[in-house]
């Protein structure tokens, strides 16, 4: 049986699919593992702009109610 298989090419075959799929296993993970770090990225960008946003709308109406008070005042 093991000369039939040989004969027919089936273990070598066998051999290199299974090469192929690990191969293949090997840059999915490293793809997974990419994708992971992407996700995390784009969610410390999006805490960081909040942040941001935050800041520059508190500078805003610190500003507006200083020149709201000044205008107050003076009339």
């Given at each position: 049986?093991a000369?039939?298989?040989?004969?027919?090419?089936?273990?070598d075959?066998?051999?290199?699919?299974?090469?192929?799929?690990?191969?293949?296993?090997?840059?999915l993970?490293?793809a997974?593992?990419q994708?992971?770090?992407?996700?995390?990225d784009?969610?410390v960008?999006?805490?960081?702009?909040?942040?941001?946003?935050a800041?520059w709308?508190?500078?805003?109406s610190?500003?507006?109610s200083?020149?709201?008070?000044?205008i107050?005042?003076?009339?």
């Amino acid at each position: 049986m093991a000369e039939e298989t040989k004969k027919n090419g089936w273990s070598d075959w066998a051999h290199r699919v299974l090469g192929d799929i690990e191969r293949i296993e090997a840059k999915l993970d490293k793809a997974m593992a990419q994708i992971n770090q992407l996700g995390i990225d784009i969610a410390v960008l999006k805490t960081k702009a909040a942040l941001i946003g935050a800041a520059w709308g508190l500078a805003a109406s610190i500003i507006a109610s200083i020149v709201i008070h000044t205008i107050v005042k003076g009339v």
